[in-house]
């Protein structure tokens, strides 16, 4: 290999080669010029179509410049996008615009050229490549479509990737071929399919379907949603992920195309796919990229314009954390062991809809559920099936419920008890007979706060005296979203802020706490991930004095927080000053101190 010299790109150069882009790493001093030279040597007979970039990466070279960074593919392909003087684009499959951007380029050219149509607006359309210097392409282009070219540079892993899905999934909706009359008919679009399909019931089997609906699934898995909703409007249908408690919205399909895809989803989850006039609930087993298996609960509503379907998503994988990976400190994990290995009482666990109360239950009846013991649960509906229980599905239209269910379960010889939640006077009182009678029962309730079930109970009917009697321990708990490790960078925190999650009580303001950012790991929202706050109130025998029919809550929390109970906002505060979230989550989240 010749002395690289400084580069410059010649005007011929039709595409990126490994000798240039080796010959801008050294003369940039970002490579040893003897690395770059052995490297470009051992290449000289490789007759593989592996990108420059990828070679390079592969090294796992440190950058000479900055020496704590290593060459990886993201940042050679910034680096690439610099030298060709182009934006750098990351690639995000929830935001590609399928429906336009394949009809600027075809599949062949696209591939030939290892290009990737990303989306066409105001008539600029934008183009994706991982070879930024060749551009002849442009022209051809813009004088064909009368469009105006913008050209980006992505990591040609991600090109290689999403190129081919990208047209896949593009295909699957925008065209077909139906069988009519005899004939084959070549379909343009899928409202077209839809409209010509008027006299026959939609297949929700025909294979673009099917293309679209494994590729919703895939994506959501891959952004760890939690839910996926699709939701008809009046003209369109949109599709929307919950990651991390927040709603994002992925793609925007036309009504009809929509329709199709609730049909399939119904098929799958055995569910009366002609039905769109009443709710109706079911469940898909499937299996993500890696070949674990999800289960999705899902439940379909009328609407004004369509059947609304939401889809909640279980990992396996969420029921065999250990209690710090939920976010229990050392002390409220010691806290709840102790209740736990009680034999007999009752265990609530209190907050709203989504705060995390059904992985608490699930994971903490995984660990109790050894072969000595004989663990049942009772709920609306089966959130996760788990072999190691003996689960029951509340039916109303039977008679069916909650009550009845708890006392089928006293003549099933359980040792542990489930009842997913606790609405009524007639559930609560058999919820705690069980737990007189010799049983542990977990359940929930829907309160702000764990002071505020006493009362709740209280409200249902229940007595004081049994209240007294049955309740061991009570737990209210909050999601927060965790900063992205990625991303998070220290920074100040004002005193009113710290005082607005720790009044009235002292606690120390951090000198550095970690804010967010917003990186590519966490789609630039600056968090990845949730972590639960707690609130964990044991009725101590000064507490069970103050539970009375006229019960004061006031009273009652104050008499709990001298007792040691930590509010949600002051556990919070603690993850705030651990690094772990921020002020602004918190504060989402928890429900304000009231003691006074």
């Given at each position: 290999m010749n002395t690289p010299a400084p580069f410059s790109l010649p005007k011929s150069l039709e595409s990126l080669r490994l000798g240039d882009l080796l010959r801008m790493l050294v003369s940039d001093g970002?490579?040893?010029?003897?690395?770059?030279?052995?490297?470009?040597?051992?290449?000289?007979?490789?007759?593989?179509?592996?990108?420059?970039?990828?070679?390079?990466?592969?090294?796992?070279?440190?950058?000479?410049?900055?020496?704590?960074?290593?060459?990886?593919?993201?940042?050679?392909?910034?680096?690439?996008?610099?030298?060709?003087?182009?934006?750098?684009?990351?690639?995000?499959?929830?935001?590609?615009?399928?429906?336009?951007?394949?009809?600027?380029?075809?599949?062949?050219?696209a591939e030939r050229l290892r290009i990737m149509p990303i989306s066409v607006k105001d008539g600029i359309a934008k183009i994706a490549t991982a070879d930024p210097f060749h551009q002849n392409w442009v022209f051809d282009l813009e004088r064909i479509h009368n469009l105006r070219i913008e050209v980006v540079m992505v990591n040609p892993l991600d090109l290689q990737r999403y190129l081919p899905e990208l047209y896949k999934l593009s295909s699957a909706i925008q065209s077909a071929n139906i069988a009519k009359a005899g004939q084959i008919v070549g379909v343009q679009n899928f409202e077209q399919l839809i409209e010509l399909g008027k006299d026959r019931q939609l297949d929700a089997n025909e294979q673009h379907v099917v293309n679209i609906v494994d590729w919703l699934f895939k994506y959501a898995f891959e952004q760890r949603a939690s839910d996926i909703h699709l939701e008809p409007r009046r003209n369109l249908g949109l599709m929307r992920l919950r990651i991390d408690g927040v709603l994002h919205q992925v793609y925007q399909l036309p009504s009809n195309i929509m329709n199709a895809i609730t049909s399939r989803i119904k098929l799958l989850g055995r569910m009366d796919m002609v039905e769109k006039r009443r709710p109706q609930d079911?469940?898909?087993?499937?299996?993500?990229?890696?070949?674990?298996?999800?289960?999705?609960?899902?439940?379909?509503?009328?609407?004004?314009?369509?059947?609304?379907?939401?889809?909640?998503?279980?990992?396996?994988?969420?029921?065999?954390?250990?209690?710090?990976?939920?976010?229990?400190?050392?002390?409220?994990?010691?806290?709840?062991?102790?209740?736990?290995?009680?034999?007999?009482?009752?265990?609530?666990?209190?907050?709203?809809?989504?705060?995390?109360?059904?992985?608490?239950l699930y994971t903490t009846l995984k660990q109790l559920a050894t072969d000595e013991v004989n663990v049942c649960t009772v709920e609306d509906p089966i959130e996760m099936i788990e072999p190691a229980f003996n689960q029951m599905q509340v039916t109303?239209?039977?008679?069916?419920?909650?009550?009845?269910?708890?006392?089928?379960?006293?003549?099933?010889?359980?040792?542990?008890?489930?009842?997913?939640?606790?609405?009524?006077?007639?559930?609560?009182?058999?919820?705690?007979?069980?737990?007189?009678?010799?049983?542990?029962?977990?359940?929930?309730?829907?309160?702000?706060?764990?002071?505020?079930?006493?009362?709740?109970?209280?409200?249902?009917?229940?007595?004081?005296?049994?209240?007294?009697?049955?309740?061991?321990?009570?737990?209210?708990?909050?999601?927060?979203?965790?900063?992205?490790?990625?991303?998070?960078?220290?920074?100040?925190?004002?005193?009113?802020?710290?005082?607005?999650?720790?009044?009235?009580?002292?606690?120390?303001?951090?000198?550095?706490?970690?804010?967010?950012?917003?990186?590519?790991?966490?789609?630039?929202?600056?968090?990845?991930?949730?972590?639960?706050?707690?609130?964990?109130?044991?009725?101590?025998?000064?507490?069970?004095?103050?539970?009375?029919?006229?019960?004061?809550?006031?009273?009652?929390?104050?008499?709990?927080?001298?007792?040691?109970?930590?509010?949600?906002?002051?556990?919070?505060?603690?993850k705030v000053a651990a690094g772990m979230t921020t002020v602004a989550e918190v504060l989402k989240v928890a429900p304000p101190i009231e003691m006074d």
């Open positions: 970002r490579i040893e010029k003897v690395m770059a030279e052995k490297l470009h040597q051992d290449r000289k007979r490789d007759s593989s179509k592996t990108h420059p970039i990828v070679v390079v990466a592969e090294q796992k070279w440190q950058d000479q410049r900055e020496p704590a960074q290593i060459l990886t593919v993201d940042n050679l392909s910034r680096y690439v996008a610099y030298k060709a003087k182009v934006p750098f684009y990351q690639i995000d499959p929830l935001k590609l615009d399928f429906s336009s951007a394949t009809q600027v380029v075809s599949q062949a050219y079911g469940r898909v087993k499937t299996v993500d990229t890696d070949g674990k298996e999800i289960e999705l609960r899902l439940s379909t509503m009328p609407t004004a314009f369509g059947e609304k379907m939401v889809m909640r998503i279980f990992k396996p994988d969420v029921l065999v954390q250990d209690f710090q990976m939920l976010g229990f400190s050392k002390r409220q994990g010691e806290q709840w062991a102790q209740w736990t290995s009680h034999p007999n009482g009752i265990i609530l666990v209190t907050g709203p809809t989504g705060s995390g109360k059904t992985t608490t109303q239209n039977i008679g069916l419920g909650f009550a009845e269910g708890i006392r089928t379960l006293m003549r099933q010889d359980p040792d542990i008890i489930m009842v997913g939640e606790i609405r009524d006077q007639q559930t609560a009182d058999m919820a705690i007979q069980a737990a007189l009678t010799g049983h542990l029962v977990l359940s929930t309730l829907h309160t702000n706060d764990a002071p505020s079930a006493i009362t709740r109970l209280l409200d249902l009917g229940v007595p004081a005296y049994l209240i007294h009697s049955s309740v061991l321990g009570i737990m209210a708990q909050r999601l927060v979203r965790t900063l992205c490790p990625h991303c998070k960078t220290e920074g100040e925190i004002s005193s009113a802020e710290w005082a607005s999650i720790t009044r009235p009580f002292k606690a120390a303001k951090p000198n550095k706490v970690m804010k967010a950012v917003g990186c590519q790991e966490c789609r630039h929202t600056g968090y990845r991930g949730r972590t639960g706050i707690y609130e964990m109130l044991t009725l101590t025998p000064a507490i069970r004095k103050l539970i009375t029919p006229e019960t004061d809550l006031l009273q009652l929390r104050q008499a709990a927080t001298q007792a040691g109970l930590q509010p949600l906002m002051l556990n919070g505060a603690e």
